[in-house]
Structures are given as C-alpha cells and as structure tokens.
C-alpha cells in the first residue's frame, strides 16, 4: 500500500482519524471482510480465466465436429438397393404369362469423380485446424482481457486508499485555517476554500469507491465469484520485454494469422474441389432379375442378371462446373486478403504498443527521479509559506491537490506499463 510521501510541518497533528476511519469502512464496505479473504493474485486470476473457457470450448468442439466431417467426406456414398416388379402384364396373365416379367433386386454405387473424396476430407482438416488455432486466439484474448482488468481493479483500489489517506491533511488544513482565521490573521474565503476542497475530496473517493466496484464488476467475467476477494497488493514483476524484432518473428506464429492461414488453406481445397466438378461421377448398378414358369420346351425360365455404368455428361459446363470454379478462385483471393489484412493489422498493434511500452517507461522513470519528489516538496513548502504569511492559501491548495493527483498519477503510469506488456505478450508471444 503506498502512503503519503510528504514531509509535513510538527504543527500538523492527525485530529480526525476517527473520521478517516469512518469514511474507509463507509466507503469501502468489503474493507474489513477482505482482512479475513485471501487476496486474489493475478496468476490466479489467469488461472480462473482459463479454465473451462466456454469462448475456447466452443472453438474446440466446432474443430471436433470439423474433424468428423472430414472422415464422414472422405468416404464412398452409401449403395442404394433398387427391389421392383418388372415387366409385369396388367391386362391378363400373371407372374409367369409373360417371358419378361420378374422380380428384381437391384444394388447401386456411385464413385465420386477425380479426388472429390480425398479433397473433401482435406478441406474440413484444414477448417477444423482453422478452429483450433482460433480457440488458441481467443484462450490469448482471455488472458490479455484477465490481465486488463485485474490492472484495473489494482489501480481503483490502489487511488482509493491513496486518496482516503490523504484525506486528514486535508482536513487538518481546514482546522489550521479556522485557526489562524478565528486570530484574525486569515480571512473567510480561506476557510471556506478549504472546506470546499474537502468537499469534493470526499466526492471523489466515493467515485472511486464506485469505479473500483466497477472494475470489480469487468473482473468477475473472467473469474466469476472470486472477483469478490480483494486484489493482491503487488503489480507483476514485468521490467522487460523482447526486442521488437523477436517479437516480429514471434508474430507470425500468432493464432490470428495461423487461423487465416487454415483458411487459405481450404480456400485452394476447394478450388480443386470445382476443377475435379469437371471430372463425373460414375455409378454402377448390378441387379439380379427371378422369373418364374417354363418355356416352350419345358425347361424353366432362366434367372436374369444385369450389369450397367452410368456417368455424368458435362453438357452445361459453361453455367455449372466454370461457375463454381470462378465462385472459389473469388474465395481464395478473400482468404488471400483477409490474412494480409491480419497480418497488417497485428503488425501495426505490435509496433504501436511496443512505442507505448517505451514511452510508459520513460514517463515512470522520470517520476521516480524527479517527479514525485518535486511534488511533495512544493506541498510542504507552500503549507510553511501559508503559515508565515508570505504565501495564498489557494497555493497551497493547488499544491496539495497536485501532489495527490502526482502519486495517483504515478499508479495508473504503473499500472497502464502493465496492461501494455499484457497486449505485448499477446501479440509478440511472450510465455506467462
């Protein structure tokens, strides 16, 4: 928990604790429970997150579906059976009148033309690795998206407390003032000045109260229940991360570009799927004809079995099978363009937040050096000057607002270098 860190004057003297104390308790209903609840690390919070994903199982079990059409596509179509009367003469006579007339039963297979099956099974191969690679995206997603808001409930809770420990500086400024104004050495706008800032002190720890629940509200999506226990108190120990050139080649690797690539994949399946459509099916039928009753001589009749292949006549070529051909090369070039736009998209991320990345780390740097010393100082220094009457209490005022806004400040730089890394490992494939 970060404190005040400015140095103030022996005068000041901490007559509202009790107060303080009540506005932690009213403000923070969950304070006194969270002393008895474990704190919910942010490795664990990742773990919750990934576990049993229900975005990723589903990507899993359309892959698992995919997988079985592929085996069910590579197989010959099931054989007809074909059981009739022929021949049979409807005016007079019966089953035997007629040479001709018999009981037929009759088998059909029908053999795909070219590659069709193989092809078939090639493309749901690639669709289903399309879905695997996609339930890796978003399993990448998860963890970016756990790791957002979990910084984000860190830095709610982290300006509550700052802010809310500063509240009896405040409000022994506001005691001070009523001081030296009852002496007659200040006027009535000073006090009424600091009551004002008070004020909305206290306006703006209850809106942070209110976005710290909020943040609390965005964690529970990936952890559920568990979002109810308070945050650990320690940020993630992440100080480096790869050069930009790693994590370039790192990217091509990224789930979102493997998926497009499974999808180009099956878009030049499925081209050669409409050139084999130029090929024809071919069928066979064999049946098996019984006649009964006896010939002129006598002897019965003998049994019939017929034998015949069919195909496909590819008369309409022009509207049918070139169309087709035409529709899939269209689809490849979109699967084409779609993976180059991927490609560019996750690019142009990487770059942008890997300048962030930098830029966050020089702002931190330059606080820690200059910043947040320099801020306490001048609050201390502008308190002195107040009270010696060589300073405006409004000085004051802006300097201890200043230096509050300062140390908040100093926590969402923090926090902002983190969630920035979190989008770093994301896209550059950073292990956990």
């Known amino acids: 928990m970060l404190i005040y860190r400015g140095r103030m004057p022996t005068q000041f003297h901490f007559t509202t604790c009790a107060l303080v104390l009540l506005a932690c308790v009213v403000l923070s209903p969950n304070a006194a429970f969270a002393q008895d609840v474990i704190p919910l690390t942010l490795q664990e919070a990742e773990l919750l997150a990934l576990s049993d994903e229900p975005g990723q199982n589903s990507y899993l ?39 001709m007339t018999q009981a037929q039963l009759a088998v059909r297979q029908v053999f795909p033309g070219g590659d069709t099956r193989q092809l078939t099974s090639d493309k749901y191969q690639s669709l289903a690795l399309q879905m695997t690679h996609m339930a890796d995206g978003r399993g990448r997603n998860v963890l970016t998206n756990v790791r957002t808001s979990w910084l984000e409930t860190y830095y709610w809770r982290e300006a509550h407390v700052i802010t809310v420990d500063s509240r009896p500086f405040f409000d022994d400024l506001v005691t001070i003032t009523r001081s030296l104004y009852a002496v007659g050495r200040k006027n009535l706008q000073d006090v009424l000045r600091a009551e004002l800032e008070l004020s909305r002190l206290d306006d ?11 943040a609390r509200a965005a964690l529970s999506e990936w952890v559920g229940d568990e979002a109810t226990r308070p945050v650990a108190a320690n940020l993630p120990d992440w100080s480096a991360v790869p050069l930009l050139e790693i994590m370039h080649e790192n990217l091509q690797t990224h789930p979102a570009l493997m998926a497009a690539d499974a999808n180009v994949g099956a878009s030049l399946t499925n081209v050669e799927l409409a050139k084999e459509k130029t090929r024809p099916d071919w069928a066979i039928d064999l049946a098996y004809g019984y006649r009964s009753g006896h010939l002129s001589n006598g002897k019965p009749r003998s049994d019939m079995v017929n034998l015949s292949v ?11 099978q070139d169309r087709s051909l035409g529709a899939a090369l269209s689809q490849r070039r979109a699967a084409d363009q779609s993976r180059e736009e991927v490609l560019r998209r996750l690019s142009s991320q990487l770059q942008s937040e890997n300048v962030r990345w930098r830029d966050l780390g020089r702002r931190l740097e330059l606080y820690e050096q200059t910043i947040l010393s320099i801020s306490s100082d001048n609050a201390v220094a502008a308190l002195v000057a107040y009270q010696s009457d060589a300073g405006d209490f409004a000085e004051v005022m802006r300097a201890y607002l200043d230096d509050l806004h300062t140390r908040t400040d100093y926590i969402r730089l923090q926090v902002e270098r983190a ?10 494939g950073i292990p956990r």
């Open 61 to 99: 079990s359309h892959a698992e579906a995919l997988r079985e059409e592929s085996v069910a596509g590579g197989q010959l179509p099931d054989p007809t059976m074909r059981i009739g009367l022929v021949n049979f003469p409807i005016q007079s006579g019966g089953f035997s009148t007629e040479g």
């Open 419 to 428: 969630q920035s890394f979190a989008m770093l490992a994301n896209l550059g």
């Open 204 to 214: 703006r720890i209850i809106d942070m109260s209110e976005r710290h629940s909020r």
């Open 310 to 320: 069919t195909f496909d006549l590819p008369f309409f070529r022009s509207k049918r």
